[in-house]
Nanobody, 123 residues
């Protein structure tokens, strides 16, 4: 069992930056593929980014490529999402997730989820 806690959300103006953090506890984060998803208001949950267990393989949604960076620190059991050049359409609840599968996946069938953190980007 892994407990996930997402933090770092907030209100930011368009063009600004935020860094989300996800703390994993209960098991070593290095045992899991880690991902970030988001759910915009009134929409389905969607994939944002994912990183492989050893961190060498990263996958991004086209909508965030070049603006967002996922990283992990397995010594601290933390996963980060650095978000730059934010746009109003990035407004959503952001969730981190852990997957026992060794494959980096875009579908939301991950095993463990954080509670979510709200990101609001004003125009």
């Amino acid at each position: 069992q892994v407990q996930m806690v997402d933090t770092g959300g907030g209100l930011v103006q368009a063009g600004g930056s935020l860094r989300l953090s996800c703390a994993a506890s209960g098991r070593r984060s290095s045992d899991y593929t880690m991902g970030w998803f988001r759910q915009p208001p009134g929409k389905e949950r969607e994939f944002v980014a994912a990183i492989s267990r050893v961190g060498g393989h990263k996958v991004y949604a086209d909508s965030v490529k070049g603006r967002f960076t996922i990283s992990r620190d397995d010594v601290k059991n933390l996963v980060y999402l650095q978000m730059n050049s934010l746009k109003p359409e990035d407004t959503a609840i952001y969730y981190c997730a852990a997957d026992r599968s060794p494959f980096v996946r875009r579908d939301p069938s991950y095993d463990y989820w954080g509670q979510g953190t709200q990101v609001t980007v004003s125009s």
